[in-house]
């Protein structure tokens, strides 16, 4: 199963084999709101113009692969149940 994030705007995006993905984290960098998805297959970090954009995509994520948090808040890292 395949997971799609797509731009509006531009129409572009990325589809992710939900089964490959390891670790997901929410992140903030230098004002840039990111998704930091690491997979079997390589690292994607996809920007957001919001935060709230940003939230949406990760809780998607989360409910289609049942994605525990394992760490504390402040870090937001997260790991697939297998």
């Keep these: 199963m395949f997971v799609r994030l797509v731009d509006k705007k531009s129409k572009q995006g990325v589809a992710i084999n939900i089964n490959t993905i390891l670790y ?3 992140r903030k960098e230098e004002n840039r709101n990111f ?3 690491e997979t079997i297959k390589g690292v994607y970090k996809i920007y957001f113009e919001s935060e709230e ?5 990760f809780e998607a994520l989360i409910r289609k692969k049942g994605i525990l948090n394992l760490e504390g808040v402040e870090q937001s890292f997260f790991r697939s149940i297998k």
């Design 35 to 37: 998704l930091c998805i």
């Design 24 to 26: 997901v984290s929410e």
């Design 53 to 57: 954009a940003r939230s949406k995509a």
